[in-house]
């Protein structure tokens, strides 16, 4: 199931990401969907950051953004220029 967590009430600004993390984040993308692992989504959402937890259910190129299915069935769409950080849910 994909929840918010942590929720402020005050904004950050958004960090900027090298090339190396990108590479490490897209590394870690292609192997979940290979595998069907899950995993934990760190993202940039109106001044604030968010966890999302699912399984990718696709990548649109075009519009630049992936659809992260929960254990629920339900859909989110994440621009991947607001992903932060990508791991493995454990």
């Known amino acids: 199931m994909i929840r918010v967590c942590d929720k402020t009430s005050y904004s950050v600004e958004k960090p900027i990401l ?12 292609y192997e979940a969907m ?3 692992k ?27 953004e992936l659809r992260l299915m929960d254990l629920q069935g339900d859909v989110f769409y994440l621009k991947y220029k607001d992903i932060l950080r990508v791991d493995f849910h454990e």
């Open 34 to 36: 290979e595998n069907n």
């Open 18 to 29: 090298h090339t190396h993390q990108l590479d490490e984040i897209n590394q870690t993308i």
């Open 38 to 64: 899950e995993l934990v989504f760190t993202y940039f959402e109106k001044g604030d950051m968010k966890l999302y937890v699912g399984k990718i259910h696709y990548i649109d190129l075009i519009k630049q």
